[in-house]
């Protein structure tokens, strides 16, 4: 596998996030594997499955799946300080519906995820790599979108939130050109919780905008 989703700029753990991975790995972690796997024996019940792709920290993971019990989520992330914030928040609050996963989403598409088993993806905030000799490295491109329409069940939704103007431009002509999807810019949905980030972008006068594409 080639051309990964993002570029490691460090890792900063803390103890305690680095305890609480240890911990909590085997209850809310899912090791990587180069076979398919059966998603709904991941979670207690069997229920609608939502993949969120590179959740951070994990404040806007929890907060959903908290509200949201009847849904299972599935984390996907690279940042090793955010698989642990996140797992002490699941603990703290006894979520049961969610599962992480420590690698390239890329990777997982390749060869973790089975086609069309996905009825969800949630990509919140993407980096959106603002110098023009960097936009190669934007996970929105021609390539990603082929992969999640592969994954996502007939009928299955993509939602994306950007607080970066041309980014949101560069989102709405690359699906411009795709007829994998429909759908475009929406209203921000009361269920996607305002984390600090966003409220940060927010406080600079940084415009967000929500994306819901449907599977064609």
Not at 43 to 47: A, E, H, I
């Given at each position: 596998?080639?051309?990964?989703?993002?570029?490691?700029?460090?890792?900063?753990?803390?103890?305690?996030?680095?305890?609480a991975?240890d911990?909590?790995?085997?209850?809310?972690?899912?090791?990587?594997s180069?076979?398919?796997?059966?998603?709904?024996?991941l979670?207690?019940?069997?229920?609608p499955?939502?993949?969120?792709?590179?959740?951070?920290?994990g404040?806007a993971?929890w907060?959903?799946?908290?509200?949201?019990?009847?849904?299972?989520?599935?984390?996907?992330?690279?940042?090793?300080?955010?698989a642990?914030?996140?797992?002490?928040r699941?603990?703290?609050?006894?979520?049961?519906?969610?599962?992480?996963?420590?690698?390239?989403?890329f990777?997982?598409?390749?060869?973790?995820?089975k086609d069309?088993?996905?009825d969800g993806?949630?990509l919140?905030?993407?980096?959106p790599?603002p110098?023009?000799?960097h936009?190669?490295?934007?996970?929105?491109?021609?390539?990603?979108?082929?992969?999640?329409?592969?994954?996502?069940?007939?009928?299955?939704?993509?939602h994306?939130?950007?607080?970066?103007?041309?980014?949101?431009?560069?989102?709405?002509?690359?699906f411009?050109?795709s007829?994998l999807?429909?759908?475009g810019v929406?209203?921000?949905?009361?269920w996607?919780?305002?984390?600090?980030?966003?409220?940060?972008?927010?406080?600079?006068?940084h415009?967000?905008?929500?994306?819901r594409?449907?599977?064609a």
């Open positions: 596998m080639t051309n990964r989703s993002y570029r490691l700029r460090g890792v900063r753990i803390t103890p305690s996030q680095q305890a991975r911990t909590l790995w085997e209850i809310y972690g899912v090791a990587f180069e076979n398919k796997i059966d998603l709904d024996s979670f207690p019940k069997q229920q499955i939502v993949l969120e792709i590179g959740y951070g920290m404040e993971t907060q959903i799946a908290r509200a949201n019990p009847d849904i299972n989520y599935l984390g996907v992330e690279v940042h090793m300080p955010g642990g914030k996140l797992m002490a699941l603990a703290e609050y006894e979520i049961k519906n969610v599962r992480l996963i420590e690698r390239d989403i990777e997982v598409f390749h060869y973790m995820l069309e088993c996905l993806v949630h919140f905030f993407p980096d790599w110098k023009k000799r936009f190669k490295r934007r996970i929105i491109q021609e390539r990603f979108l082929n992969e999640v329409a592969t994954k996502l069940k007939p009928g299955g939704y993509l994306i939130a950007t607080d970066w103007v041309p980014y949101a431009e560069w989102i709405t002509d690359v411009a050109h007829e999807f429909s759908g929406i209203k921000r949905p009361d996607r919780p305002l984390t600090r980030f966003e409220g940060q972008g927010i406080s600079k006068d415009a967000v905008n929500d994306f594409f449907i599977k």
